[in-house]
């Protein structure tokens, strides 16, 4: 069932859906068995240039439809991923691992985001600016940039490559993306909808292959006049570099390492029953996920407590079972990255309160786990475990779990839990993070700003802002004629 259920892999290139036939491939694994369940085929050089020059011919048309033609595609393409909504779902799960309800979810989400985008393509305005005479104008205009290099990662193997796509489009750019070879059904399907829907061919080409080498191929070429990224800031770093030696602009959505202030007057129930969701999202694999909790002295007995029991009553197992509350992580490399954090945490006396044990044998599963009184210089409280795995530590001051809370390279998400007013209007504007969510876990929506601060990153992924990312400003100065 599990071989039989994933789909054939293609290269989407000017229109054309090619098969791997006698190119290279990279195997896709089921991490819930480590099962081999198909392959993806890996671009050529040749291939990777085609896609470039099919964005670059594409651009000017796409540039110049209406707006309103290009968001009646973007639409139609939103409604049949919902159409599709299973048979996408299904096959997510197969690559990614997350349970088949959160992958069904996933489906619509994007679908949402997509519809959402598609409203902003019409309300890109200019200005006009008062000028020094009668008989002439000064206008600001904003035009799209042209075509995108785009590059996505696997723990949201939909949304992302939607969000960036969708944004693109919307602007009127042209899109050369290469999602993750980990999971590259779930973008195949987005790139099979957009098809489907009447995009024109080449406004969006879809490749898998070496990231390195198809990155550095991408954004060398003059064909290509933006680059947009989401995954680890060590990557985003790399590309960061190569992007300024050709002076190109780059939009960055990297990692996170979300602090959760929990003041003394917070309301435990709601803190506890939305933590143990939150947390355990996506295997913990989002970079908005809460990783540092932050628990006045007065309640972090209490709370740890009744975390640890709620963890411990998890039932991990396959995505495909319905019975299952949280998957197995998606690849071998994150599993292998739990232990040595977990081992480092103790060894400078942190005490492990929930969890701290996996299962690599038939399947990449790991127990959530709490650890408490984790010291500030355990790796745990700078590194992003990008996993099921959450900590503790105490406070009194509110200054001071502020200075923590920021004392960190990354700047994407915050959390506040507090009863009280004036908490809740004074911190927020004091922590350094793009999003701050109060008494409440979860961090944007489908059409709100999307982005971090400090090494998570610069631009925004979601709502208007991010269709202004791939815009830029003309000045139409324009006078009568003498």
């Known amino acids: 069932m599990t071989v039989a259920a994933f789909p054939e892999t293609f290269l989407f290139i000017d229109g054309e859906w090619i098969p791997a036939a006698d190119r290279a491939t990279i195997d896709v694994e089921n991490p819930a068995s480590g099962v081999i369940v198909g392959t993806v085929p890996v671009a050529t050089d040749e291939d990777v240039d085609r896609a470039m020059a099919a964005a670059a011919r594409a651009f000017p048309a796409w540039r110049d439809l209406s707006p309103h033609r290009r968001s009646a595609i973007l639409v139609r393409a939103a409604q049949l991923l919902r159409d599709r909504t299973e048979e996408i779902a299904v096959a997510m799960t197969l690559e990614n691992g997350k349970l088949l309800r959160d992958s069904r979810d996933e ?281 099921p795995i959450a900590v503790t530590s105490t406070f009194t001051d509110e200054g001071e779990v502020i200075r923590r809370a920021n004392d960190v390279a990354f700047g994407l998400a915050a959390y506040l839990f507090t009863e009280s007013a004036d908490r809740v209007l004074r911190v927020p504007a004091q922590l350094d993070a793009g999003m701050v969510s109060v008494n409440r876990f979860g961090v944007g929506a489908r059409d709100t700003f999307f982005g971090g601060r400090k090494q998570s990153g610069y631009g925004s992924e979601g709502g208007p802002e991010a269709v202004e990312e791939y815009m830029v400003k003309k000045l139409i100065a324009q006078g009568a004629r003498s």
């Open 107 to 387: 489906v619509s989400y994007t679908a949402d985001i997509i519809e959402s985008l598609a409203t902003e393509a019409p309300r890109r305005f200019g200005t006009v600016l008062p000028g020094g005479s009668a008989d002439g104008r000064t206008m600001l205009v904003s035009e799209p940039v042209g075509p995108v290099a785009a590059f996505t990662t696997w723990n949201y193997p939909l949304t992302v490559p939607g969000r960036k796509v969708a944004a693109a489009l919307a602007a009127g750019c042209t899109v050369v993306i290469k999602p993750a070879e980990e999971t590259p059904a779930s973008a195949l399907a987005l790139a099979r909808a957009l098809d489907d829907a009447g995009l024109p061919a080449g406004v969006v080409s879809m490749v898998f292959g070496d990231p390195a080498a198809i990155s550095e191929r991408m954004i060398a070429s003059p064909l290509i006049r933006k680059i947009s990224f989401t995954g680890s800031t060590a990557v985003g770093k790399l590309l960061a570099r190569t992007a300024a030696d050709h002076v190109k602009p780059i939009m960055l959505e990297l990692g996170g390492h979300a602090p959760v202030l929990v003041f003394e007057d917070a309301d435990l129930d709601s803190l506890i029953a939305g933590s143990v969701g939150s947390k355990l999202h996506n295997s913990g694999q989002s970079c908005g996920s809460p990783i540092r909790f932050y628990v006045h002295e007065s309640i972090h007995d209490e709370f740890v407590r009744r975390y640890a029991a709620e963890l411990d009553r998890v039932r991990v197992g396959d995505g495909m079972d319905e019975h299952s509350e949280m998957g197995p992580l998606a690849n071998r490399r994150r599993f292998e990255a739990m232990q040595p954090l977990i081992d480092d945490a103790v060894s400078r006396g942190a005490t492990l309160a929930a969890g701290g044990t996996g299962d690599g044998a038939s399947g990449y599963y790991w127990r959530p786990t709490l650890l408490t009184n984790v010291p500030d210089d355990a790796d745990l409280m700078s590194v992003e475990p990008f996993g």
